[in-house]
Structures are given as C-alpha cells and as structure tokens.
DNA sequence: TATATTTCTGGGAGCGCTCCCAAGAATGTT
DNA sequence: AACATTCTTGGGAGCGCTCCCAGAAATATA
C-alpha cells in the first residue's frame, strides 16, 4: 500500500526525478506536469519516505530536546510547562518535528546520550536546564552534532539563549529603592546555577548602584520551591527587612504565605518583588511586583537559532539575551513614605 | 568523520555483512571475530546510521505522543506530567525514542497530522486526551500505523489502556456509604469525556448497589479545575450533603477551600473523597481520601502494548484497565456515627 | 584420506529518495 | 530554414544498511 516516487510517477506519466522535483517545489517543471503530479498526489495522499529522504540528505528534520534526569519534578513547573510548548510550537512552524529526552537517572543518561547524538536521527539538540560542569555538555562537546543550551552554561564556546537574569534582579533593586526602602533583602536561587548567580550578581550590582549594601543576613538562598520561599522567608523575617527580592515567583509566593502567618502586610508592612512572571504571581492576593522574563519566545528562539546552525546559515557559537520586562503590581505598588513608614 | 560499516569492517579485517551480524547480536560469528568487531566499534564509537537502517527495515523505532490542541493548560496538570513520565521512561527502556506532538491548534492538528502518520518516521502512536467524537480518532481509522489510545475512545475497534472509572467511583460510594452517610453528593467531571461518564455511572451504581439514591439536587458537574471544584461545592452546599465525592482531587481540592470558608469541618461535619491520587490530596489539610490511579504505570502499559502492536505480537484491538485502589485519608476517617451525628 | 555435514563469511541486490548529467523538446536568432 | 540557446525531462549512481544466497572454512563421519 506504500506508495513511491516511482508509483506517482506512472500515474502522472512522468519520471521519478520529476516527480520529485514537484515535491521539492524546485523550478524547471512545466506548470501542467507540475499540476498534474500535485493531482496524483492530492488523491492518492503519497508522503514521502523520511528514512529514504534523510539517508540522501544527511537530514532528519528532528530536533531534540534534553531534559536531564534530575529535573523530573520540575516538569510541573509552570516554566518548563510553557518552555516546552514554545519550543513545540517553533519546531511546529518551522517544519521540525520535536523529540523529547527525559533521562531517568544517571545510567540513562550516559547510556542513551551519546547514541542520541551520535546516530544521525537528530539534526540538532536543545539542551534545557543544564548544571554547573554538566557530563552532557562536556560529552557534547566531540559530538558534531549542533546543540542550543537554554539558560547560560557554565562553559565557554556553546550556543545559548538566556534570559537577563542580571539586567532583571538589577531592575528588582532599583525598583525596590526607588520607592524608598533602604533594608532590602534577597531570597535567593541556588547559586549552582548560572541563574542564581546572575541573579544575585545583577541584584547586588543593583543596590550598590543606588548606594545600598546587601548585608550578609539579609541573604537567605532558597532552591525555587515555594516551600524553601516559605522557610526562607521565616529565616530572613528574624533580621527585619523592609522589602525582599525572591528570585523566583514561586519562592515570592512562599514568602508571601510566611509573611501572612507572620501576620505582616504586603505592601504596607513589606515590599516584595518576584522574578519570572508567571500566572502565580498575577492571581495571588496581593498580586506579587515581578520580572517577567519571555518564556516562551526564549524556547521559540533556541529552536531558529538551532535551525540556523543546522542549515549552516550561522556558526556557532551564538548567544542571545532575551529582555525582562518590570511589571509593577499590588506588592510594590505604593511607595515606602506611603505607607506610612519611619524611614526616610 | 562519519564512520560506516563497510569502514568498521575494513578496520577490523572483515566485511560489512560481518559487523552487521555482531552489531545486530545474530549468531554464526566466530567468537574471536565478533571480539575483534566490538573492540573496533568501541574504540571508533561507531554508531549505526539510524535512517539507512529504517530505510531497509521499515522501522525506525520512534513512538510518537500526540497531545491535541485543547490540552495546553492541562500540560501543568500533575496528570499529564506523570503520564509523560511514565510514558517516557518506559519507551526508553523498551529502547524507543519519543516524539512529542503538541498542537498548537486545530489547523496545526489538521494540516500535520496526517503527514506524522504517514511519513513511516513513527512506528506507532500513543494517543492522549481524546475527546467525543475525536477528529484525531476518525482520521486515524485510514492510516496503518498502530495506536493506543490513553483513557476509553468513545468509539470501537481502537487499542487503548484505561483505569477502572467506574470501579473506583463504585468504590467511593460503597465506603462513604459503609460509614454511615446517607445524604451523598457528587462534584462530577464534564460527562463530555469518558472519563466523567465512567466515574458518574460507577458512582451511581456504587450508591444504588447501598440502597441510596443520587437526587438531581446533590449533583453538581466541574470542569476539572481546581476553580470548578470551589463553585460547585458552594453550590451543593445549599442541599447539604453530608459526604461528597468529587472526580478528582484537583477538584476536592477546590471543594474543600469552599467547605472551609463555609466553616464546615472535614470530616466532622462532612466526608470528602477524591479521585486520582496526586500529591496535592495528600498533602492537604486534612489529608483526602481518594480513588488512586496508577498513572505512570497507565502510560508504561500503553508504550508495551503499542510495541506489541507494532511488532505483531499482538494484533488490535487491546484493551486494558488499570486497576485503582481506595485510599483512606483523613476526610472519611471517622464514621458518621463517631462524628456525632444524628443520623441513624 | 576422502567425503558429507555444519558453521562461518563475503558480496550482490535493493529499500526510496536526491543529485547530477545528458538527451530531448521548445524557443530564439540569423 | 537552419542553427544556437534555453527549458524540461529521464535515468544512472549512490546514501548506509539488512537480507539472502553461495562459496569458503571448519568440523564430523565414513
């Protein structure tokens, strides 16, 4: 029942090579053949073989998406949520189809990621989450195969496509300072990530700017849950803060839950900012201040960036930063003096 | 760079054919040959040409998963995510590779569809969130490609892997029905999907099998939703029930943030059953008692059948229901009677 | 030792496609 | 009308692999 070039074309009464000049859209084709053939095609729905096409052109269509054994209950995680359906959608668009790796612990990883890479099925990879000194990254790096990492790798050399996770704690601070707060504290991500680290960085860079200090115990670290926000939160409240930059959403809103047990009014009583923009902090009451970052579009970008490093349209290495937008809500919305507060 | 058989079989003195038989594990190779072979493909890192080999084959060892266009925001869903999962790991360890389909919206879904399955770039098909009257389903009938389909298709002849709905809604009724409860009522999914159906009907029987009616009043259907669970348990609650079973716990959830509002303590003045078994229902205060579904090992189910499918081990259609098992937490601990009621 | 039997190995054919080249058809030029 | 030029078209070759068959090597049997 499977259908070849050859079968269209003696139904068209026309020639393999024709045939396939029709699929290909290439010129040099009269336009009544070229009809025809398109008939043929319409009625009998031939597809054309994908194994067939890639072993002539050494091209598979497939792009790859990796997301490392360790990041399994992060799936939930409304960001790799809409990373996911961004980068679906680009590949969608742009005639890619998407595989996805999802490792299941260590062994697998090492067993099944060369294999991935090596076997001429995947034109290409984006490689999500990715640790400090990553084993995939560094296994990579003899692969020929083109790779996009999401989020700033700790190594040199690579493609990647970030968000400005220093530009948006900056604006955090500033944000923060400009309305007057002066104890300015920082619930911070991991800095085993390259996002922790430019977080916290640009969130220092941002105080010193306006001549604030980020003194040591108004630093407390959490892993971007919303339960290490809350206990984070509980620690960072002993030290008397008069505003908090969680450098996630989800930590904000366990700071936010800590701060209502504690009885403290945000933002009467404290400013909180959160950092990612997701539907979260828009719903929770009060509706949390935060840096949004383009989630979505980063994915969507990682999959043209890949494609062009395929085509061979770019050489690697590329990067890009997307931008981070304020956005101002209920808890940053009025000013320190508003409030009613001692300060200044 | 890249490496073929005929290159192994020169490096390692012997033919093509050769390195096939030892990288295929047929026998008939002497043993000192087939060592030779393996040394040489280990220290090349020799991986084979995967579109070559499905050219011949007619296989390619890829399972697609199709999410239609609808589910996006069920993408968050606890569910979905675990079904991923299971879904994932049990192709990698059956040696599949994955491919995610995620449509953005019907035209997506119409215009690639048809060329996913019948391009030979998937072995098979494993089909999520049908709905009534599935287009998916209906177009899928033509093509030869295998497919299993995850939760009960409204239509015949399809393989699919289910959990046992209406077995675990019987279940509800009976133990609510067994502490004494008289007066129960249902927070039901849409009966637009099978599953709301299956989990209605079960329910029904479960309370007829006690002797005990489901009056119009006590029924109040959600969407799912944690939101549709907190309306329609505020609704039901002006027919005061005294237990209630929701479909899910997503919206047992959302019935208990209505019944704490309203002051109603759970369990003591009313029971609360869930079904699904998610983290969520665990985790809450109290704790809900609920119907759990295994849901990796749902999605693990239908990467095997869709292999036995697609090997021929098995011809369509298959169809297996995953068993559920009644979880008491603390919304049903205490009987009616213990709780102090005046009911009989 | 000669022969029958089994085990192992190499090469041809072909999977369905794209690329390339050369031949044929159509058009342009003098 | 005769030739040069351009546009179309067909078929050969080959992508890297598996399958199959026949010949070579090893082993068993007389």
Redesign the pocket.
């Known amino acids: 029942m499977?259908?070849?070039?050859?079968d269209i074309?003696r139904l068209a009464?026309?020639?393999?090579?024709?045939v396939?000049?029709v699929?290909?859209d290439q010129?040099?084709?009269?336009l009544?053949?070229?009809e025809r053939v398109q008939e043929v095609i319409r009625l009998t729905g031939y597809t054309?073989?994908a194994a067939?096409?890639s072993?002539?052109?050494g091209r598979t269509g497939v792009i790859g998406l990796v997301i490392p054994s360790r990041v399994h209950s992060l799936f939930e995680d409304p960001y790799f949520s809409r990373l996911i359906q961004g980068i679906s959608a680009a590949s969608n668009q742009a005639g890619n189809t998407l595989s996805l790796f999802l490792f299941q612990n260590e062994e697998e990883e090492a067993e099944l990621y060369p294999r991935v890479i090596t076997s001429g099925f995947l034109d290409g990879l984006i490689l999500t989450a990715t640790r400090m000194a990553d084993p995939l990254l560094a296994r990579t790096a003899v692969g020929e195969i083109p790779i996009v990492v999401v989020g700033r790798p700790d190594v040199e050399g690579v493609s990647y496509v970030d968000v400005d996770n220093r530009g948006g704690a900056l604006k955090a601070a500033t944000h923060l300072s400009s309305l007057g707060y002066q104890r300015i504290g920082l619930l911070g991500a991991p800095v085993s990530t390259t996002a922790g680290l430019d977080r916290l960085n640009g969130f220092v860079e941002g105080l010193a700017a306006c001549g604030l200090p980020l003194p040591p115990d108004l630093r407390v670290d959490g892993d971007f849950s919303e339960a290490s926000g809350y206990v984070a939160m509980r620690k960072l409240l002993a030290h008397q803060p008069d505003a908090v930059f969680a450098a996630s959403d989800t930590m904000a809103l366990g700071a936010l839950r800590a701060l209502k047990e504690a009885g403290i009014r945000v933002p009467q009583d404290m400013a909180l900012v959160g950092f990612d923009g997701l539907p979260g902090s828009e719903n929770s009451v009060p509706s949390i201040t935060t840096i949004r970052q383009p989630v979505t579009e980063t994915g969507a970008r990682a999959v043209h960036i890949l494609n062009d490093l395929v085509t061979g349209v770019a050489t690697a290495p590329i990067v890009e930063i997307m931008p981070v937008e304020l956005v101002i809500r209920e808890s940053s919305g009025t000013s320190r003096d508003s409030a009613g507060s001692d300060v200044e």
């Open positions: 499977n259908l070849t070039l050859e074309g009464g026309v020639s393999r090579s024709t396939s000049r699929i290909n010129d040099s084709v009269r009544a053949v070229r054309p073989n067939a096409r072993l002539v052109s």
